[in-house]
């Protein structure tokens, strides 16, 4: 199981909600809901979709949930493993699919918080919802000029797992909203929003208002670059794929650092497009950073 960091400082206040603080930057953690960010501003700038953590409701209305211990889509909640057939449960209203794996909709716990550090930690017993038993853990960390988050997944079932692991950012969209990817490749996606066909892509360098996305990015390499009126943000990543989700009616766009392509454990080589293959007690890590400047 994924061991705490040596210099976490163990929590002393009641409070289930972390707060911190770097110079103007303020990050609001809602541990509850599915180890979610409520909020996160510069001054009084959301740099994500924010509320405070006493009025959000739900981790799909946050402005950040883990992806664990998959991304995106697991086709009509269903797959084969290692000569098995499972089935999982319907987690996302009018999908035929589970959706996001289930670490945004469970409850983490505060194992450390500082002023400007807090680690967050889950346990999932293996249940219709996915059947493997895993141990998560975020790490956040605040500077004055960034958010860096550390997601790490430990097997701690029986069997040999499948496992994937992202973040899903809900980015505000202004009126000038631009964003700047370098990347390779675009999947193709059917009518029920799986991925059919991978196409070569030079990048995107547009306004967001323009785009109309809701796709796996494969080959993502140096950092996204969003930028408005307000805020000049560069978000980076250990990993090297970005789901990127540009709803022409909504009032955020997503661009999501993910391990894996969508829906990859339905592929031909899982393995060939991002899903790890766990054995019993052994982990796998990932972090992101987003970089926040006045634009």
């Known amino acids: 199981m994924a061991g705490r960091p040596h210099n976490a400082q163990t929590m002393t206040t009641t409070s289930p909600w972390p707060t911190l603080q770097a110079g103007a930057l303020r990050l609001a953690l809602r541990p509850d809901l599915g180890g979610a960010i409520a909020g996160l501003w510069l001054d009084d700038v959301p740099v994500l979709r924010s509320s405070e953590a006493d009025a959000l409701a739900s981790s799909r209305d946050s402005g950040c949930y883990p992806l664990v211990p998959y991304s995106n889509r697991l086709g009509y909640r269903r797959f084969a493993w290692k000569g098995r057939s499972y089935e999982t449960r319907a987690n ?3 999908e035929p699919h589970s959706v996001h794996g289930v670490g945004w909709q469970r409850a983490w716990q505060v194992t450390a918080s500082g002023a400007d550090r807090a680690v967050l930690e889950l346990s999932h ?3 219709a919802d996915w059947p493997f ?4 853990e975020q790490v956040f960390e605040l500077t004055p000029d960034a958010l860096r988050v550390t997601l790490t997944v430990t097997n701690i079932d029986a069997r040999t797992a499948p496992v994937g692991l992202g973040w899903h950012p ?3 969209r202004r009126q000038r909203s631009r964003l700047h990817l370098e990347v390779s490749d675009r999947w193709e996606a059917d009518a029920q929003k799986l991925p059919v066909r ?7 360098d547009a306004d967001v208002g323009a785009l ?3 796709n796996c990015f494969d080959g993502w390499h140096g950092p996204a670059r969003l930028r408005d009126e307000r805020l000049s943000l560069r978000l980076a990543s250990s990993l090297d794929r970005a789901v990127v989700y540009t709803p022409r009616d909504k009032p955020y766009f997503c661009v999501e650092p993910v391990s894996h392509v969508n829906n990859a454990i339905h592929m031909a080589e899982p393995a060939a497009h991002g899903l790890r293959t766990l054995e019993p007690a052994q982990s796998m890590s990932a972090w992101m950073q ?5 634009a």
Request: hydrophobic share 45%; charged share 20%.
């Open 170 to 172: 809900y980015f505000p």
């Open 198 to 204: 991978r196409v070569t892509q030079s990048g995107l």
């Open 212 to 214: 109309d996305f809701d």
């Open 125 to 127: 017993v293996g249940d």
């Open 92 to 94: 996302f209203d009018g």
């Open 290 to 294: 987003l970089q926040i400047a006045r």
């Open 133 to 136: 038993a895993f141990h998560a």
